[in-house]
């Protein structure tokens, strides 16, 4: 795990206080908006991706004229 590749301490957010079920519903949360917003969600400089990416394309399914 990241405590053996790391060689530092790694401990759960519940560790410090934090609801981790909580963060990770916020995190999700971010990336859909960006997601809708159409902006990057990685990064060159913090994943290696080629360019600025985004988290693809929402499709919605088409609508029936009344």
């Known amino acids: 795990g990241l405590r053996r590749a790391l060689g530092v301490p790694v401990d759960p957010v519940e560790a410090v206080g934090w609801d981790g079920d909580a963060l990770e519903a916020q995190a999700f ?3 859909a ?3 809708l ?8 400089s913090t ?3 080629p360019r600025p990416m985004t988290g693809g394309v929402l499709h919605r399914p088409l609508t ?3």
Do not use: E, K
């Open 64 to 66: 029936r004229a009344a």
């Open 37 to 44: 917003d159409r902006l990057p969600l990685s990064l060159p």
């Open 33 to 35: 908006v960006r997601s």
């Open 47 to 49: 994943t290696g991706v």
């Open 29 to 31: 949360a971010f990336l």
